[in-house]
């Protein structure tokens, strides 16, 4: 029964995921030993190390989880909405939650300013959610919502530096509850404008 | 002839400034040892911690040093500007550039992460840059050049945010070179607008 045993394979790499996903968000990627990816996902390394060959490809596939998911709310409902579901979630949070994916980014942006291997590995990643944020942008400049005295790639390049800016914030677990307006002001900056003055 | 004891300390104090920044910034905080500071200074660590109570100490009034330049060029030319020359400097700088200011900068956040200790002790220190950006917005909209259908407290917020932004991208050692139109959109977001749609 191939069928079973593949759904069972998927099943057992997403529990991996998930238990790894809080337990790099708990202790960085440093502090995530195996002892304690085995506690998080509740298997023996044996059963970890069948799907991912190591540490290190178990964190990419979980930050290229989160680029996939941050991509197809950016598909859906852009990159201004990403950044309100990371405000709108509390600090710690547990499972599949922003906060998690705040984790993951975290683990990434520390890794990219120090670690040029990995930088070079996540690169074409990266690129997925600016081709995304991009491709959403000009569906809105079709549709008549964008303003369109503004290169659609500076527009994104503008929302990616806020977003960073955000996760940066967050991380250095200054007060957020003052940044809604924020970024009403970001999602009206990038949308025509019909006001007059 | 207590007057030239005091500038003799000053232009010591400041040589011990101007060569920590530059091993700060090029080691990291934990990597800029005490031998390393001496030969960056030309000190000794007697003379060093003379001055200065610890390494702590020493890097405290550095990045206390680094808000009170940026906040002289906020109030004279506003925060974007700041951003601007962060922008125009390459990286590994020397000496009394913004690449410099960039390398303490980045310090501050890494241990802003890391450090509740030290999150106390900067909070005040980097409310300054925020009370001379606001100050500065409060007389650009006397001035009417500023935008008047959003509180300034938001577009402080704002531009400290997409500040925070860059500061994390040019550390991760993104390209920057195609940044210069997304700081005139931030610079034009502040700004009364006279466009029409």
Known sequence: MPRVSQDHLDARRRQILDGARSCFAR???EG??????????????GAIFHHFRDKESL????????VLRMTEVVAQQGLVQVM?????????????????WLGTRLEVSRRLRTDPEFRARWAERSEQLTIATRERLLR???AGNLRDDVDVTV???????????????????LPADDLDPVLDLVEETVRRHRRTT
Chains 1, 2 share one sequence.
């Open 27 to 29: 202790h960085g990627y």
């Open 32 to 45: 995530a030993t195996v002892r304690r990816l085995e506690e998080a996902t509740g298997l023996s390394r």
């Open 59 to 66: 964190f990419l596939a979980l930050a290229e989880d989160d």
């Open 84 to 100: 309100r579901e990371l405000l709108s979630t509390p600090a710690g949070g547990d499972g599949d939650s922003p906060a998690d």
């Open 140 to 142: 809105q400049r079709q």
């Open 155 to 173: 527009l994104t390049a503008f929302l990616e530096l806020v977003l960073e800016g955000l996760v940066s914030h967050l991380a250095m677990g």
